[in-house]
């Protein structure tokens, strides 16, 4: 059973364009989301997280919208560069168990310049 | 601050064999997670120490078993290796189980003939 579904498998974005990346969830009791970016050989790096209590958070190029009721949140990659190239990750978890991450199966970004 | 070291990166084995994998987390970290990723199946948690014992397991079959030391290093065992284990075992640290972000190492890439 996926418990987050992301979309799309891959996106090509021109240089300079926004980047959208949608999770949807099924658990209610996630309470923890988080967005990952991994480049080839590498391990996953924490993009930005947010909360159910809170609908948007920015940092720098990168907002996530979170929306409660739809149980969905999505990446936005503003001005989108190609140093963002890479695989991102959407996750979830529960209360107190921020150890155990539900990931979605990723998207793989390419900005083209 | 040293991140998460894995060793050793690359590993190749037959089926049959065991394979024992080692994660050194970010110094003062005690929450150690391990996570296989695949290209069909995606990032999926194995299991999340914390103070020396296993606080939570993953869906996979007993073969996969884990430890922590005192000094919150930690190893993940494979016993009877099967080709569908060729994966990236990924391990990643955070302060505490209530701690929000989880810093992934680079992951050791294991690879069953």
């Known amino acids: 059973q996926q418990q987050v579904k992301q979309s799309p498998q891959s996106l090509i974005v021109q240089k300079g364009g926004i980047s959208i990346i949608n999770c949807a969830y099924e658990n209610t009791a996630f309470d923890y989301f988080p967005w990952y970016q991994q480049f080839p050989g590498k391990g996953p790096a924490l993009l930005i997280a947010?909360?159910?209590?809170?609908s948007e958070k920015k940092e720098g190029r990168f907002t996530i919208s979170f929306n409660k009721s739809a149980k969905q949140f999505s990446l936005h990659i503003m001005d989108s560069q190609p140093g963002d190239s890479a695989t991102y990750f959407c996750?979830?978890?529960?209360?107190?168990?921020?150890?155990?991450?539900?990931f979605g199966k990723g998207t793989k970004l390419s900005v083209k310049p | 601050k040293a991140g998460v070291t894995q060793t050793p990166r690359y590993l190749i084995k037959t089926r049959g064999q065991q394979v024992t994998l080692s994660c050194s987390p970010i110094?003062?970290?005690?929450?150690v997670s391990w996570y296989q990723q695949t290209p069909g199946q995606g990032l999926q948690f194995l299991f999340e120490y914390f103070s020396e014992t296993q606080r939570n397991k993953g869906n996979f079959p007993g073969r996969f078993s884990g430890r922590q030391f005192s000094n919150s290093r930690s190893e993940m065992n494979v016993s009877t290796l099967e080709l569908g284990d060729s994966a990236l075992y990924l391990c990643?640290?955070?302060?505490?189980?209530?701690?929000?972000?989880?810093?992934f190492g680079p992951g050791t890439r294991l690879t069953v003939l």
């Open positions: 990643a640290s955070s302060f505490s189980r209530s701690t929000d972000t989880q810093y």
């Open positions: 996750a979830a978890s529960e209360r107190g168990s921020q150890g155990n991450l539900i």
């Open positions: 947010i909360r159910p209590d809170v």
């Open positions: 110094s003062g970290h005690r929450s």
